[in-house]
């Protein structure tokens, strides 16, 4: 089952602008996890947010969880062409030690 | 860095055949992982494995297994292959059972059955 959602599903942007994304999930967590998919690609790890913090910082990604809202963003500062990609969030659910459930994704498209 | 390798980027085969899906992972991870990604689905686990000849389903396993003979290859089998499951397939590892951990993954099979 899918746990979490992101939103919005497709996102097109001017190089330079900052893109942000959402995600939601329905059960509670150990940690959220960002991946980035480049077209036929496999995965690639962005960023990792426990479930005890609440903001984390990697470069120009900034990401932040809310507990209590089930909710999460990233945030993608002063964007390049080269970030085009699918944002996928992907949460390991309390309790299970190795499992990612992946959200559908986020189609990020920045234009030159 | 850790390399995941899958050992097909492309596969076409035919309805009921059977069909075996390579992975090695080259940086002595326990836990080894397969996916399949249609659209609109993200990625869905079919099936894991924390350790050598053990094996856990995921939330698809019907219709596939998995072997892991060794600790570094893990290997996905559609047993009579079906239209259904035309798909990419991705598989991933991890270092040990903390759930800290982010996946690495490979390229993806990009798998066709006729």
């Known amino acids: 089952s899918q746990q979490g959602e992101e939103d919005p599903q497709a996102l097109s942007i001017q190089e330079g602008e900052n893109a942000t994304m959402n995600c939601s999930y329905k059960?509670?967590?150990?940690?959220l996890q960002w991946y980035r998919q480049n077209s036929g690609r496999g995965l690639v790890h962005l960023i990792l947010?426990?479930?005890?913090?609440r903001e984390k910082h990697s470069g120009r990604l900034r990401v932040t969880l809310d507990t209590s809202k089930k909710s999460s963003s990233l945030l993608i500062t002063a964007s390049r062409a080269a970030d085009t990609a699918s944002y996928f969030c992907?949460?390991?659910?309390?309790?299970?030690?190795?499992?990612?459930?992946f959200g559908s994704g986020t189609q990020l498209t920045v234009l030159p | 860095d850790v390399k995941v390798t899958q050992s097909s980027r492309y596969l076409v085969k035919r309805t009921g055949e059977k069909v075996f899906l390579e992975c090695v992972q080259d940086?002595?991870?326990?836990?080894m992982f397969w996916y399949r990604q249609d659209p609109g689905l993200g990625l869905r686990l079919i099936y894991f494995?924390?350790?050598?000849?053990?094996?856990e389903k995921g939330d698809i396993p019907e219709g596939y297994s998995v072997s892991r003979e060794k600790k570094e290859r893990f290997s996905l089998i559609l047993e009579s292959a079906s239209t259904n499951q035309t798909s990419m397939y991705l598989c991933?590892?991890?270092?040990?059972?903390?759930?800290?951990?982010?996946?690495?993954f490979g390229d993806g099979t990009r798998l066709s059955i006729l």
């Open positions: 991933a590892s991890t270092l040990g059972p903390n759930s800290n951990q982010p996946q690495h």
């Open positions: 059960t509670s967590i150990n940690n």
């Open positions: 992907a949460t390991v659910p309390s309790g299970s030690a190795r499992q990612l459930t």
């Open positions: 947010i426990r479930s005890n913090e």
């Open positions: 494995s924390y350790d050598v000849k053990m094996k």
């Open positions: 940086m002595d991870h326990e836990n």
